[in-house]
């Protein structure tokens, strides 16, 4: 993506519907220019279209999360993937920043092998050649295109690996990282069964709220990847648990 498009991106969602006209304007490039960058966004299923308008997903599945801070969430993604070799074998959880760190991976890393739970993942980098895809199976919630439940759990203990990348929906001092979602959830803890290292992507909005369940406390993590608006506090924590932190 350009930074012409992650701007347009930015702007969408200050504003959630905006007249291609007046992009065009504020970024000083012809309608005809806006237009095709806007067919790229939608390809990506980023936003969506209206006649002479540009809109962003109003639902609350992936497509819409994956828009939410796409430009940090795509930092965080080239930053984590330095920790991950030529030829390696990952696990990655479901979610936006998990995402666009499988697709940072897909297109610079040479017989990359990822391990997830995520439908929508595996659809998101089919294009990439040098990428081989293992799809946990297991029942299909619809709107996070993911696999979750006891076949999952069975499907990933049969695969051992270094390093299981994690998205998270909240945090709280007292219990750890949290996820909005139980089965969701229970999904990863079984994905960390089978690797050595759990790495966290996270935008740093999610220190500031809470979610439903704990997806882990803060002794399970190994390192953290996030930007620079973490909370002082949270940041201090993080560090005094011997997290490696990593600030974009």
């Known amino acids: 993506m350009t930074a012409r498009m992650t701007k347009i991106l930015n702007i969408i969602n200050e504003n959630k519907k905006i007249e291609v006209s007046k992009l065009s304007d504020l970024l000083g490039v012809s309608q005809v220019t806006i237009r095709k960058d806007l067919d790229i966004l939608v390809d990506k299923g980023l936003i969506c279209r209206e006649h002479g308008?540009?809109?962003?997903?109003?639902?609350?599945?992936?497509?819409?999360?994956?828009?939410?801070?796409?430009?940090?969430?795509?930092?965080?993604?080239?930053?984590?993937?330095?920790?991950?070799?030529?030829?390696?074998?990952?696990?990655?959880?479901?979610?936006?920043?998990?995402?666009?760190?499988?697709?940072?991976?897909?297109?610079?890393?040479?017989?990359?092998?990822?391990?997830?739970?995520?439908?929508?993942?595996?659809?998101?980098?089919?294009q990439y050649a040098n990428c081989k895809m293992i799809l946990l199976g297991g029942e299909y919630q619809k709107e996070s295109q993911v696999n979750v439940g006891p076949i999952t759990r069975k499907c990933a203990g049969e695969f051992y690996v270094d390093k299981l990348f994690v998205g998270v929906d909240g945090f709280s001092a007292e219990s750890g990282f949290m996820s909005s979602d139980l089965m969701r959830a229970e999904a990863v803890k079984s994905m960390a069964e089978s690797a050595k290292k759990v790495i966290l992507l996270t935008d740093a909005t999610k220190f500031n709220r809470r979610s439903l369940v704990v997806l882990f406390p803060l002794s399970k993590v190994d390192y953290l990847f996030t930007n620079n608006s973490i909370p002082v506090d949270a940041k201090a924590l993080i560090e005094s648990n011997n997290i490696v932190l990593n600030i974009v």
């Open 53 to 126: 308008y540009a809109v962003l997903n109003d639902s609350d599945d992936i497509n819409n999360r994956l828009a939410i801070n796409y430009d940090i969430k795509q930092k965080i993604a080239k930053q984590a993937a330095n920790l991950v070799s030529n030829g390696e074998t990952v696990m990655i959880e479901s979610g936006s920043s998990c995402a666009i760190f499988a697709e940072e991976l897909a297109k610079n890393k040479r017989d990359i092998t990822i391990i997830t739970n995520s439908a929508f993942i595996a659809s998101y980098i089919r």
